[in-house]
């Protein structure tokens, strides 16, 4: 009996190292140049369009809308692909090697089939549809390479998904230029929520003060600096 335990010690032990270094080699290739914040920030912004759009400051018009929606992807674009350039060309560890930025080549296509159909209802003057398309495609972007990000933005894609299918099949006439809360508030909680999972991946959430830096938070690592 106790020459069983003896040898059972230094197996475990063997085990134990090679978890440990399968975790390290999947750490390693963990893709991190998303922000979190700027994430977060874009939502924020779906929500303000939103209510701008919901005001009489802004023409009830499909025009005008189509233009706010623009402006509020163009916003997010900036914001998420600006903080991915900065973690490119200032991490150590990606060595500002092309390679590491395959992830986000992998959304590209979902994106420009958004576009196309996206075109294709307004070019038919489908507006009413808009809204669950967007969902959709968004929601699908959060499955794409899901081997090197957090596993919670699967959720978030769920989410997308669930909303923009109810929109389409159930609620297709859902009025795009009366109903922009609806879509505000979805991308408002997809994108903070999904915000949230890249920014804390594996990691314990403290309070949203130090998500976004405010003063009076926990200080975040220098590694997510690099994220804004």
Partial sequence: MPRYFSMKTPLH??????RDLQAAILEKQRFKGYSGRARALAGCGALTA???LHSPFIPATPLAHLVTWTLVFLLGVALNYGALIYWFLHDPDVGRDV???????????VLVA?????????????YNLLFGTWMVMFGLTNFTGRQVLPRGLA???LFYLACGAGLLLVWPNLSFTENSLVMGGVFFLGEFFG???LHYDEKPMPSLRAFFGLPGGAPTPKSEDLSI
Avoid: D, F, S
């Fill in 195 to 197: 915000g949230l999972v």
């Fill in 99 to 109: 390679r590491r930025l395959r992830p986000t080549l992998e959304v590209m296509p």
């Fill in 50 to 52: 939103a209510l701008l």
């Fill in 155 to 157: 959720w978030v894609g």
């Fill in 13 to 18: 032990e063997a085990l134990r190292q090679v």
């Fill in 114 to 126: 958004g576009g196309i159909l996206t075109l294709a209802l307004v070019n038919h003057e489908e």
